[in-house]
């Protein structure tokens, strides 16, 4: 008997293993399944990483944590996972990649098979640059002693249009070419149309001439360069007007975003509606409303309004990224500061109104004794008193029995009636 009570709890026991096992199969899939609804998103930005392996990492975390039978266990877990994912979207980069400034190819140039002398000669201006990076390279067809190069550098920074030409010039080649502000004969060509505005400019150095362009590219300068002899410089000017003409990807210049601004904009908007809405709840509160549960409501609409406002918010900054990434945040960030701001908006609102209910007194429609007891209860309710009868004991005359004592008919008797004067009558 013991023997098969031990088989069936054996058996019992492997059915809810294999049961638990399937449930968290199912929430790991589930898990993958919700990251993956952001393929753009890069982890712990890193540029290229599609950022799969945290998904399943996450999802293992789901399937194993979930299981725990106690209720406290599984409220301390979400919490816990809550966190974790806050502090991944804290850390995400989004994955959309800058549009780098190209030019047309000029007549008789190439950029399959650059001259190698060029090609370091270009590599060289960025020696001392870490905030540059080097774009197209061409050389042309015909290789002579001198190689001549026209390239494109991408410089971190953005365009000031409010800074005197000569300045924002030399701050974008400072410590790349030998530039010479008195020899340069420098340009600035206003915005014209949809195209932004330009600096160009012209120098010689050691019997080398150049002739430079920066364009603003959003959140980044451009600058188009041209190194030929200087004897050869007139024979280039057309090659280089040509491939200025045929720049695409030059943008108006875009300012970081002002992140201190919003966070003190996105408190404001959280704090004080909540405040004023919880006042004005707890001003007309309606009778039988504990302000506990005022306090709970509140709660719950900020915790709904926080995952709408994360979801409206990282939509509507998709279209500023470069300004965040100046500012080095991204929408991911941005989505996640204002489902903070309202988890914390929340957790204010519950503790206000547990605060609120201690200072409740309960309301007295009636006393609990008095003349007014009875009105306010029901006849359900209502106790009546039981009165004991007393029965009233008369004093014996000591001379005999009194006309007042109550007369009992003996058994086999009967009642007789006497009167004075009057003859006594039997009563049967």
Known sequence: MRTEQREQAHARRIGEQSEQRGRRRQRLGCGVHVLSLHPDWQILGRSGCPGKPWRVLLGIVVAIAFPRATPVDRRRTAAVLGLWVLGLMLVTRDARAETPVSIAT????????????????????????????????LTPDSRDEFPEVLATIAIDGVFDEHAAPE?????????MLPYEPELARITAVPAQGLGPQQVRAGWTSASVAY?????????????????????????????????????????????????????????????????????????????????????????????????????????????????????????????????????????????????????????VSAPSSGVFAGRSQSSASMQIPIITRIEKQVPRHPDGPSRLDPVTDPPGGSLRAVEPGVEPRDFE
């Not at 140039?109 to 390279?137: H, I, N």
């Not at 300045?167 to 410590?175: C, K, P, Q, S, T």
Request: positive net charge; charged residues 20%.
């Open 211 to 363: 002739r430079v362009a920066l364009v603003p590219s959003g959140t980044t300068r451009t600058l188009m360069v041209l190194a030929t002899l200087a004897s050869e410089a007139p024979l280039y000017e057309r090659t280089f007007d040509a491939a200025l003409v045929s720049m695409q990807g030059a943008a108006a210049p875009q300012l970081p975003f002002d992140h201190a601004r919003w966070r003190v904009l996105a408190l404001l908007a959280w704090c004080v509606p909540a405040a004023l809405l919880l006042a004005l709840a707890a001003w007309r509160k309606p009778v039988g409303f504990s302000m506990v549960w005022v306090g709970r409501s509140f709660a719950l609409a900020c915790l709904l309004a926080a995952l709408v406002a994360g979801w409206v918010v990282h939509d509507r900054m998709l279209e500023r990224t470069g300004e965040l990434r100046l500012a080095g945040i991204s929408p991911a960030t941005i989505s996640a500061e204002t489902i903070s701001y309202g988890i914390a908006t929340a957790l204010v609102c519950w503790i206000v109104g547990s605060l609120l209910a201690r200072r409740e007194r309960p309301v």
């Open 167 to 175: 300045l924002e010039l030399d701050r974008a080649i400072d410590r």
């Open 106 to 137: 000029p007549n008789g140039w190439s950029d399959r098979d650059p001259d190698p002398r060029a090609l370091a000669r270009a590599s060289g201006w960025l020696a001392e640059r870490p905030d540059a990076r080097l774009g197209v390279v």
